[in-house]
């Protein structure tokens, strides 16, 4: 138990669905993170919020829309995606420790996408 | 730009064996971090250590040791005595030391490690 709870834990979608990801985190952190993980390549940072403001967004497709409405709960929002967005979806959150960010992250267990 | 380079795509190896994963990383920062990730069968990256660039002594954690070594960019991670549950694919990362600012991490594409019995 991590304290990040990310659902559903799998998901099979059609390319003209709509559907969310969801993330919690128990851990009174503040800053949270959307990874992506595809098979033999490095995780990829998707979208940062640090106090419910966007602070990164690393040049991802619109088809990916992130929602924080609060320090505790990060969405992300999937709309007509494509086959090879199918991955493994992982939610991250890290604390500041005397003002500054530790690096450290928490992950959840990651939500498994499929796109037919 | 930063880059982490992890060689080894997967090791096995038999139980109580010694293991060691490499990484070597890029990065014109003067200060930076180093980590190193374990990921489980169930999904969920688990941190294991944090290395600040100005500090190059080893450090030990029961069976886990870790080897900076600043003059060759690497940042070694040994096992000793491997046991099964230490089977998980094993990720290194380099941050930025930003102070205030995000930490973003670069990782490297992981090293699937199998301990068999």
């Known amino acids: 138990e991590t304290g990040v709870t990310q659902t559903p834990r799998h998901l099979v979608m059609g390319m003209t669905n709509k559907k969310s990801l969801k993330c919690e985190q128990h851990?009174?952190?503040?800053?949270m993170y959307w990874y992506k993980q595809s098979a033999k390549k490095p995780l990829e940072l998707m979208f940062v919020?640090?106090?419910?403001?966007?602070?990164e967004n690393n040049s991802v497709p619109s088809r990916f829309s992130p929602e924080c409405p609060n320090s505790s709960h990060l969405f992300l929002h999937l709309h007509t995606l494509q086959p090879e967005d199918s991955a493994l979806y992982l939610c991250?959150?890290?604390?500041?420790?005397?003002?500054?960010?530790?690096?450290?992250?928490?992950f959840g267990e990651g939500s498994r996408l499929t796109v037919l | 730009a930063q880059k982490v380079t992890q060689a080894q795509t997967e090791i096995s190896v038999v139980e109580k064996e010694d293991v060691t994963l490499d990484c070597v990383y890029e990065t014109r920062d003067t200060t930076y971090y180093l980590f190193w990730y374990k990921q489980p069968p169930s999904g969920e990256l688990v941190f294991l250590i944090r290395r600040n660039s100005f500090d190059e002594q080893n450090e030990i954690s029961g069976r886990y040791s870790w080897n900076f070594q600043k003059s060759t960019s690497s940042f070694n991670f040994t096992i000793t005595a491997s046991q099964v549950v230490d089977s998980a694919v094993y990720f290194c990362a380099l941050s930025e030391a930003g102070g205030g600012s995000n930490y973003k991490l670069t990782f490297g594409k992981g090293t699937l490690l199998t301990v068999n019995p």
């Open positions: 919020y640090n106090f419910k403001e966007q602070t």
């Open positions: 851990l009174g952190h503040n800053a």
């Open positions: 991250a959150s890290s604390p500041r420790r005397l003002g500054f960010w530790t690096g450290e992250l928490f």
